[in-house]
């Protein structure tokens, strides 16, 4: 039915396999990290639920992490967050951070074939408490949050240099007011200027590429975030950085796939965090819905998949949560799929006649073309279970890993 409309199957299953998802390494323990003086997470994020055998130690999320992966086609890479820094019981400062304190998670990668992204952490910390650290008034704090930053960028620097691919160093901050603030502009002359000392040092885009997480609003930021979109979309332009788009962190009806053709005609690279809203940033498991796989179409068929960044932004603890990074995944993987397998030059050239009665006509053909049949050969041919059952392994790791811990 596909090669019908000259499309080739094969080439498509090709193609989708040379696209890599970073894998948020946060679905593994409900963003709690393995820092010696750990604190309540913070920053406006919430994960809700507490099914049992989660992760509480580097070898036990990578071990879930391998499972996970072993259920997904293709070969993928794994995101950080400072967080998960493994200091052999020493309190180490997230101002005094070094490569070093990630070595374990360098040599798992290398081991397993697996490129590593970062993600600096200025939340769930006594000197993020207010809901504020690069745009914040105290000069200490906000000396303590660039200094933080500023080694996060060496140690994905780290990453790319053991790795042989550059680390994505993301930086995400909570900065914003509850109620409606007094000065807007204040705030945002410190962001500027902690961003510039952040990036000072050059550092090899080979090695590390840097990127901005812009938000609409969170927990504690109703009336007002620092770091918005119009804010971050400047920054990024005018210093050529990544911006990174959370499909989470726009108003509920704005899509993060009208997004991708106005950037690319201006930006070398974008990045993305695909997430879940469910009527509000709540970061539920990516399913393959319609905003999904329009994101995918919109990469795919702009020839853009080497220029997005794509990585996963979601944390569910109420189900199985190696199962929630499977579901998620497989599902970013079965757009991308979806978007190969469509008769993208034919749709583009009905849209160029003018011919629209044509281009819906074949849009909702495609809605029920054999997709799952095409998908589940897919998963046979890298050698992970197709259809649902990956479920039996997870079932298994259930009763013979995680109900153990
Ligand atoms: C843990 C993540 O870095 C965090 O979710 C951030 O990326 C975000 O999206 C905050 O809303
Ligand atoms: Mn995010």
């Known amino acids: 039915m596909y090669e019908q409309w000259g499309i080739d199957v094969e080439a498509?299953?090709?193609?989708?396999?040379?696209?890599?998802?970073?894998?948020?390494?946060?679905?593994?323990?409900?963003?709690?990290?393995?820092e010696v003086n750990q604190q309540e997470l913070s920053g406006g994020i919430e994960v809700t639920g507490d099914y049992p055998g989660k992760a509480s130690n580097g070898e036990e999320l990578r071990q879930d992490l391998e499972k996970a992966l072993s259920l997904i086609p293709g070969k993928h890479r794994v995101n950080l967050h400072a967080i998960y820094a493994e200091t052999d019981g020493k309190?180490?400062?997230?101002?005094?951070?070094?490569?070093?304190?990630?070595q374990r998670w360098i040599n798992w990668a290398k081991e397993n074939g697996l490129?590593?992204?970062?993600?600096?952490?200025?939340?769930?910390?006594?000197?993020?408490?207010d809901g504020l650290t690069l745009a914040h008034a105290d000069e200490n704090i906000r000396r303590f949050w660039i200094e933080h930053c500023r080694r996060s960028r060496k140690i994905g620097e780290a990453f790319g240099k053991a790795l042989g691919t550059p680390a994505l160093t993301n930086i995400w901050i909570p900065d914003g007011f509850k109620d409606v603030p007094s000065d807007r502009y204040t705030p945002r002359l410190r962001l500027k200027d902690s961003l510039d000392e952040i990036f000072k040092e050059e550092i090899d885009p080979r090695h590390n590429l840097d990127a901005v997480e812009s938000k609409l609003f969170g927990i504690g930021s109703e009336?007002?975030?620092?770091?918005?979109?119009?804010f971050y979309l400047s920054y990024a332009m005018k210093n050529n950085k990544l911006c990174l788009l959370d499909t989470g962190h726009y108003h509920p009806t704005e899509m993060v796939s009208?997004?991708?053709?106005?950037?690319?005609?201006?930006?070398?690279?974008?990045a993305l965090h695909v997430s879940r809203p469910v009527r509000w940033d709540s970061d539920h498991v990516v399913a393959f819905d319609d905003e999904l796989k329009e994101l995918a179409l919109e990469i795919v068929r702009n020839g853009a998949a080497e220029k997005v960044n794509i990585g996963l932004d979601f944390f569910d603890a109420s189900i199985n949560r190696i199962a929630a990074w499977v579901i998620g995944t497989r599902n970013m993987c079965k757009a991308l799929l979806f978007a190969h397998?469509?008769?993208n030059e034919q749709l583009k050239q009905l849209q160029e006649a003018g011919n629209y009665t044509e281009r819906l006509a074949i849009l909702e053909e495609f809605k029920t073309y054999p997709f799952g049949a095409v998908w589940d050969y897919y998963c046979e041919t890298h050698d992970v279970p197709p259809a649902a059952e990956w479920l039996t392994e997870v079932k298994t790791y259930e009763k013979d890993v995680l109900s153990t811990r």
Not at 115 to 129: I, R, V, W
């Open 115 to 129: 490129g590593l992204d970062f993600n600096p952490t200025l939340f769930s910390h006594p000197k993020a408490e």
């Open 223 to 230: 009336a007002y975030v620092v770091g918005s979109h119009e």
């Open 341 to 343: 397998l469509m008769p």
């Open 12 to 34: 498509a299953m090709r193609d989708t396999a040379k696209i890599p998802i970073s894998v948020h390494c946060w679905q593994g323990d409900d963003v709690t990290g393995f």
């Open 91 to 102: 309190d180490v400062g997230r101002d005094e951070l070094e490569p070093h304190h990630f």
């Open 258 to 270: 009208n997004k991708i053709s106005a950037f690319l005609p201006f930006q070398e690279k974008i």
